[in-house]
């Protein structure tokens, strides 16, 4: 992947670029206005995609796999021509956003609600020890939570296992200037609202 | 889900509840066309509020909706609220009382809004309707007149029977913990605070009878339904021939004295099933509880629970899940129908809704 | 479908002014962000730079880097919401930073079950009968290496200017998947004074679009990936 600087008018209609140092995934071609808040691509990000030169040809045209073909001793051609690196793939089988019902500490377990974010999977409710949570997420659990459930197969240096992560919710602390919009919105919405009369 | 007949006549009153595994719904007809909607759920099958789907089916208009309840703010009481309000906007919007000072907006404005991130749906539902509605927000409290009219040469009142005065304290109490008090504060997502002494209670009076609807109002201390069911404005009301069970059933949203006090004797009930992990509503003893007190009961679905998913996600789930459940597993109506001035109620059962 | 996805991750960027050397593991563990052993992987990350003009670390789930006039939050492993969540945690507590625009990126890796299927969407999306005229040589393969389509939204202003902003989607043969197909989709939101209004920051407003938006685009962007897929095979 090559870096580009962007020319700032480069675009027909002379529409301003914003000056971006990202790198743009493939981006062979200048002229393109591209957006800059396209993925750039620090290193080691290789989760992208780095086709290289590779072409996604004509399904009529020559195969230079079939010619490969010829001697049966040669490893099958998709190894050959579209060998991937050497890295961990994860595919998901689901995700789940969950959120804490209820915690029972003397039997270690939360009653979740499930909502499925892939699929057409209606909710579920359940229940899970505390046990998968991970530790560093021990202190965010408690009623009414939000947690992140993953389930997914891993494939590592070519050995698939299943794998799954547990995860809680963080939200930054409330800050001065949330405070003080929680507080003028409360009295904006008090004063939208009557009361009925009370009878007897 | 078949089609739902025609609506009530104008001589006729009814009250309707809808329910799938998780959420409920309430439509009221008074008479004459004048509806009144309890909560909020959404139907599985087609996106819709369920009680907005009923409307529309039966051919009434938005117009003849008079009132929206909010009885509380629980996810599962809410969800399509604003859009109910949005599609009724000639309708008065009522929500409790514990929202009644700058603490309970306040809950609405941080857990609701998006002055933080943490909304929780059930806030941001309330808090969309509070913050947007043109006029006509009211709060309801014990002895609220929700809503009067004469209707079919008949007074016809609609009285909040909660919070009291003490549940609301208790719950501003409550929520005040989880309030920004400081800069560097924690944000925590809002849970449903138990027991549920902040919900709307709600009393229909047609006259000559009256229905009650019992929310998610639980029994806690003299908070819930011992505070009710010791007040004498709510005891001197027309008793009930016809109840939305509390609380689905639990034994936590009962107290004997309803079905002495506010009800009559062999009243007809309806619940909503709520499906909850380890904990599923209503029980077995629950449901022998309940049916020992009326003429007979009615929930909305079976609560069949099987998961329902591909085989290799149920797998991998049930690997760190146990008690894996669909919450909307089914969904059903219960609908109570009458002619003013006559004793019994026609119950018709629709979708999954059965016998208790 | 003859067709699996086999990588899917995300990266939230923005552009504007940042100041690199603030967005360290310390501090969004401070900040309670990231968790104690999230925060610990980053400081040992051999990758760790910290320096006035670039922060970067990466973690179990993420990788952060941090560029004066860049921002990129970008998943690693299982794509998750935590990344959205965590880009909002730190644009909140940044409210003064000024963002001049924010991109939500999806991409993924398609495998084909077969050449064919492969192959047939490469056709299908750039026919090859022009090109083979011109190159008809038995040396020469034509090829498709990269298409990406904008879509634009279709209101405009009094003055003709759009209202809104660009959504670009790209295909490409995978460089990761055997007989995988490429996609990704930038939503991209320009922040100015006008669309923000004079009581919210710019943070403050990419809070607003992350947090309305991400999930949102998630769901429509793969959406869009099954169904090119679907309708260039049922061609």
């Known amino acids: 992947m090559r870096a580009q600087m962007f020319a700032p008018t480069f675009r027909a209609g002379g529409t301003q670029h914003v000056l971006s140092t990202g790198l743009i995934p493939d981006q062979g071609s200048m002229g393109v206005d591209l957006s800059p808040t396209i993925v750039p691509d620090p290193a080691g990000l290789e989760v992208f995609n780095s086709p290289g030169d590779k072409l996604w040809t004509d399904s009529r045209s020559p195969n230079q796999q079939e010619n490969q073909l010829v001697d049966v001793r040669l490893p099958p051609p998709e190894s050959i021509f579209y060998r991937t690196d050497e890295e961990t793939k994860t595919v998901p089988i689901q995700l789940w956003e969950g959120k804490v019902l209820d915690v029972h500490k003397d039997s270690g377990t939360m009653d979740v609600y499930l909502l499925a974010k892939i699929g057409n999977v209606p909710d579920h409710t359940g229940e899970i020890s505390l046990e998968w949570v991970h530790s560093q997420d021990v202190d965010l659990v408690r009623p009414g939570a939000i947690f992140y459930l993953s389930l997914y197969k891993e494939t590592k240096r070519g050995s698939i296992s299943n794998s799954q992560e547990l995860r809680f919710r963080r939200l930054p602390s409330w800050s001065k200037t949330q405070i003080e919009r929680v507080k003028l919105e409360a009295a904006r919405l008090l004063a939208r609202v009557q009361e009925k009369p009370q009878v007897g | 889900m078949g089609e739902y007949g025609s609506g009530p006549a104008d001589n006729e009153v009814e009250f309707t509840l809808f329910g799938p595994g998780y959420g409920e719904a309430i439509a009221v007809h008074l008479g004459d066309g004048t509806w009144l909607l309890v909560d909020s759920c959404i139907r599985p099958d087609n996106g819709l509020p369920a009680s907005l789907d009923y409307l529309q089916k039966i051919n009434v208009t938005p117009a003849s909706v008079k009132a929206i309840v909010a009885s509380h703010w629980h996810d599962d009481h809410v969800r399509g609220i604003s859009k109910l309000a949005q599609e009724c906007p000639e309708a008065e919007f009522i929500l409790s009382g514990v929202f009644n000072d700058i603490e309970g907006t306040a809950f609405l404005a941080a857990y609701g809004s998006q002055i933080a991130a943490p909304q929780t749906s059930g806030a941001k539902e309330l808090y969309q309707v509070v913050s947007t509605k043109a006029g006509r927000l009211y709060f309801a409290t014990n002895r609220s007149a929700i809503f009067e009219a004469t209707i079919q040469n008949r007074k016809m009142r609609v009285l909040a029977f909660s919070p009291t005065t003490k549940a609301q304290t208790e719950w501003r109490l409550r929520a005040l913990s989880f309030l920004p008090q400081s800069p560097g504060g924690p944000i925590n997502h809002a849970p449903e605070l138990k027991p549920n002494v902040e919900a709307v209670a709600i009393h229909v009076d047609f006259g000559d009878d009256a229905i009650l609807l019992g929310s998610d109002l639980e029994d806690y201390g003299d908070l819930g339904w011992a505070a009710v069911v010791n007040d004498h404005v709510c005891v001197g009301q027309t008793k009930s021939s016809a109840y939305k069970i509390a609380h689905h059933g639990s034994k936590t949203g009962d107290h004997p004295e309803i079905w002495t006090k506010l009800l009559t004797s062999k009243a007809l009930a309806s619940l909503t099933p709520f499906n909850k992990g380890s904990n599923n509503l209503p029980t077995t003893e629950d449901r022998k509880r309940i049916k020992s007190q009326v003429q007979d009961a009615f929930i909305t679905s079976s609560a069949s629970k099987r998961p329902a998913m591909p085989g290799d996600q149920l797998k991998r789930l049930t690997d760190i899940c146990k008690n894996v459940a669909t919450v909307n597993s089914g969904f059903g109506a219960v609908r109570f129908r009458k002619a003013l001035g006559q004793k019994t109620w026609e119950v018709q059962l629709f979708g999954n809704a059965q016998g208790l | ?235």
């Open chain 3, 1 to 235: 479908m003859s067709a699996t996805i086999e990588i899917s991750s995300s990266a939230i960027v923005a552009v504007g002014n940042f100041n690199p050397p603030i967005f360290t593991p310390d501090w969004l563990e401070r900040n309670k962000l990231i968790g104690e052993d999230d925060a610990e992987g980053a400081r040992k990350d051999p990758g760790l730079v910290i320096s006035p003009q670039v922060t970067r670390f990466e973690t179990e789930l993420f990788a952060l880097q941090v560029l004066e006039r860049q921002f990129a939050l970008t998943s690693k492993g299982p794509l998750h919401p935590m990344l959205k969540d965590l880009a909002i945690g730190i644009f909140t507590l940044l409210p003064q930073t000024p963002i001049t625009a924010l991109g939500l990126n999806f991409q993924a890796h398609y495998k084909l079950s077969d050449e064919a299927d492969y192959h047939k969407i490469g056709d299908i999306l750039a026919p090859k009968e022009i090109w083979r005229s011109l190159f008809p040589g038995e040396n020469e393969s034509v090829g498709l290496m990269s298409l990406t389509m904008g879509v634009d939204p279709y209101k405009r202003d009094d003055k003709g200017k759009k209202i809104g902003d660009r959504k670009s989607f790209t295909v490409q043969p995978s460089g990761k998947v055997p007989r995988g197909v490429f996609f990704a989709v930038n939503d991209h939101h320009q922040i100015d004074d006008e669309r923000r209004g004079k009581d919210v920051t710019s943070a403050e407003y990419a809070v607003k679009i992350t947090d309305t938006l991400w999930q949102k685009t998630w769901d429509e962007s793969m959406h869009v990936f099954a169904s090119i897929i679907e309708q260039c095979l049922a061609k």
